[in-house]
């Protein structure tokens, strides 16, 4: 009978135990104020939060940027390799811009941002999801300013993350408009499997531009051989059988 | 109290065995392998984050449904035996009832672990089918599901014990559920807001575990689950049993 | 003089049921005193709600009294050592559909602490003493009413108890299986046990019984020795009448 009565004593007791044991636990997530959900997506959050899928509603938001995006088309303008023939335009201050061969992705997309960087405050270790909203935005859409906020937003939870950086100093080159730097810089992340995607074609174009055919074959071969984008996937293997029929396929 | 060891024993595999045998968890069983099949859509339109959407819903499909149906059992286990009279059979024989609840528990989580490993098989086979790698930290991320849900199965035998029915239990544990993923969130909220709210909400949040510190599932947890998070996860399964225990005791049938 | 199996001695168990505000008081069985001789076999009779299973609950420790004391070969019905040499089978038992019987013997016999052999022996015992023998291969499922009372039984003759509490043990029996646990019943008292069986069947009772409590209103009314009632005009009916009027 008295261990009975002790029981209740006892049961707080190791409850406090596992309370206090647990109070060491600093969450590696951003604090629900930076969580800047759009307004149709507010019940997910708190879904995403209760059921503690922080990581799985992050992948939603994944793919509803890429709807948001759209299927894109993509088509490089050279009609050979090593032709620049690509389109550049000007805008109004007299600046020329480069689409760097590729004409995929464009249109004003206002919530590309937010929604890219909604992903990374749901989970901000969803890296491959950071550096594909910052390539799009960097190099597709040309908005290298909003590509370094949400880099620069996602150096605050991965300060060490060296693809960010890596991502970070290719958007310096090319708004310096050193092509030759830009592909030398994300070199290294290409064979990585965060890497996106348009990273990778970037790099493959800015290769053949440079006259790397065979490092950019090598790379367009990777496209097609890893990447589940059909736009990506069609175009890579067109610039290979253009590399193939102009007999590009070695390294200059 | 070595004598009683076969008992919980006995308890355990008899639970266990009920529950296998039972049409709700033969559904739970079809609905899990449907679900996780299901994910395999969803991960075509996540493009070259297939591997990882298909991960991510699978692990979260395979805690829910093991967490449906561990709750499931755990609020209705008790009230089921009084109802139908089987505990009679049980109490009137010299079986102390710190042995016929460790056993029920006991029965729980194997079901529990039992039905993860199914469903986390079925995942695995399939993740492999489509020619992905499994995560480098699968195994941890089942590791943390269980533990979550050893903290509030035990919890629902202990809400099962004063609660008026299974639906009350299996709601107040949901809401725990609930809660212990917010719990970094309010802790954040209490910290911000400060005086005697701030104080009341830090004071509110210690009757919640924290479930976060085993979600490896979500990388919320560190990796490995160090030595806090299963002291914590055993400290507060045995906390709920002893309270359990208590009402247990002195319930009559 | 040889020691009583069960002593109750001015045992109360008044029930509570709370309520939004306060509770409800409700009291079963009052100033409850009487000692069943081991050996012997005695009726419980009484009207709905005259406290009949509230003393079968007592005794098997599945309540605790509110007042007085209840005694099993000496000791508190909750304790280990009293609840070994009881055997209860509860008014409509209940098993699970799937298993077959051997499998729930197996299960009961485990939790009286047999195992191995011995628990082989006492499940192939029990099943033959009940006739479940033929329906070994059976599910739960497929039982009879008659069958699962039988199988009841058998699960409270497992560990070989001294005195087996049976709650209406032919309710809802037909005449034929009523017959075999009447056989049954008399068998298991020749061989030296106590039976406390609890009926509203006054024939039944009558048959079996050596001695009859009579319960009216959580109180006990009469306690009517055999020799007593074959000796009345109208029999045990007559008397369990009079009592309850």
């Known amino acids: 009978m008295a261990g009975r009565s002790l029981l209740p004593a006892a049961a707080v007791l190791c409850w406090g135990a596992a309370a206090m044991s647990a109070s060491s636990y600093r969450s590696p997530f951003p604090p629900p104020s930076e969580l800047r959900a759009p307004l149709d997506g507010a019940n997910g959050d708190m879904l995403a939060l209760a059921a503690g899928a922080r990581r799985l509603f992050a992948d939603l938001w994944f793919v509803r940027l890429m709807q948001y995006y759209g299927t894109r088309e993509v088509r490089e303008e050279s009609a050979e390799p090593g032709h620049e023939g690509h389109a550049h335009s000007l805008d109004a201050g007299g600046h020329e811009h480069c689409d760097h061969g590729a004409d995929y992705g464009k249109g004003s997309y206002p919530e590309f941002l937010p929604m890219a960087r909604h992903i990374i405050e749901v989970d901000p270790a969803f890296t491959a999801g950071a550096l594909y909203g910052a390539a799009s935005l960097a190099f597709n859409l040309e908005r290298p300013a909003e590509a370094e906020e949400l880099l620069t937003y996602g150096l605050k939870y991965s300060p060490k993350e060296w693809r960010y950086l890596t991502v970070l100093a290719a958007i310096g080159y090319s708004k310096a408009k050193d092509p030759a730097a830009v592909a030398a810089t994300i070199a290294p992340l290409l064979k990585d499997p965060d890497c996106p995607v348009m990273l990778k074609q970037l790099a493959a174009f800015l290769n053949k531009r440079a006259g790397n055919y065979g490092a950019a074959a090598a790379i367009y071969s990777d496209i097609a051989a890893t990447s589940k984008d059909e736009a990506y996937v069609a175009n890579a293997r067109r610039e290979l059988e253009k590399l193939a029929g102009a007999g590009a396929g070695k390294p200059r | 109290m070595r004598r009683s060891a076969p008992v919980v024993l006995a308890v355990a595999y008899n639970s266990f065995f009920e529950s296998v045998r039972s049409r709700f968890f033969t559904l739970a069983a079809v609905f899990a392998f449907t679900a996780v099949y299901a994910s395999v859509l969803a991960g075509v339109m996540a493009v070259d984050q297939e591997a990882r959407l298909l991960a991510d819903f699978g692990l979260a499909l395979i805690e829910l449904t093991a967490l449906a149906y561990a709750l499931f059992e755990a609020s209705s286990a008790l009230p089921r035996e009084a109802e139908t009279k ?168 | 003089m040889t020691a009583p199996a069960v002593s109750f001695s001015g045992v109360e168990k008044t029930y509570k049921r709370p309520r939004l505000l306060g509770a409800d008081y409700l009291t079963a069985v009052k100033d409850l005193s009487f000692e069943l001789p081991a050996g012997c076999v005695t009726g419980l009779l009484g009207l709905n709600g005259a406290g009949k299973t509230t003393i079968m609950k007592l005794l098997t420790g599945l309540l605790f009294p509110t007042a007085g004391k209840v005694r099993v070969f000496g000791h508190s019905p909750s304790e280990g050592a009293a609840k070994a040499k009881v055997g209860f089978l509860p008014e409509l038992p209940y098993f699970p559909p799937q298993v077959r019987p051997g499998e729930a013997l197996a299960y009961y016999g485990r939790l009286s602490g047999l195992s191995g052999a011995a628990l082989a022996r006492a499940a192939e015992s029990a099943m033959a003493k009940t006739g479940l023998e033929p329906h070994a291969g059976k599910r739960v499922s497929e039982f009879s009413k008659g069958m699962l009372q039988r199988l009841g039984l058998a699960q409270a003759l497992l560990h070989s108890p001294e005195l087996l509490v049976l709650d209406e043990p032919v309710s809802g029996l037909d005449p034929l299986a009523i017959h075999d646990i009447r056989g049954l019943l008399a068998g298991l008292n020749a061989e030296g046990r106590a039976i406390f069986l609890s009926s509203h069947s006054i024939s039944e009772v009558e048959k079996l019984c050596s001695r009859v409590l009579i319960m009216v209103k959580g109180r006990l009314s009469r306690s009517v020795e055999r020799a007593e009632w074959e000796a009345a005009h109208g029999g045990l009916e007559k008397i369990f009448v009079e009592a309850v009027k």
Do not use: C
């Not at chain 2, 529990?112 to 480098?136: C, E, Q, T």
């Not at chain 2, 575990?209 to 919320?220: E, H, I, T, Y």
């Open chain 2, 86 to 253: 089987t505990i009679y059979l049980v109490f009137s024989r010299p079986v102390p009832r710190w042995a016929y609840l460790a056993g029920k528990l006991g029965g729980a989580l194997l079901t529990a672990a039992v039905m993860l490993a199914v469903m986390a098989a079925i995942h695995v086979s399939l993740l492999l089918f489509r020619g992905f790698d499994v995560p480098p930290a699968y195994a941890w991320a089942l590791a943390g599901t269980f533990l979550k849900l050893a903290v509030i199965v035990s919890f629902a035998f202990f809400v099962s014990l004063f609660s008026t029915s299974p639906v009350s239990t299996l709601v107040i544990s949901g809401i725990m559920w609930t809660l212990g993923h917010f719990a970094a969130e309010a802790r954040f909220l209490a910290e911000r807001a400060g005086g005697l709210k701030g104080f009341l909400l830090g004071a509110a949040l210690w009757l919640v575990p924290n479930l976060q510190l085993f979600n490896v599932r979500d990388g919320a947890a560190a990796l490995p689950l160090g030595l806090p998070a299963f002291f914590s996860a055993a400290a507060w399964t045995l906390s709920s049993y002893l309270g359990a225990l208590w009402l247990l005791s002195r319930k009559e049938f």
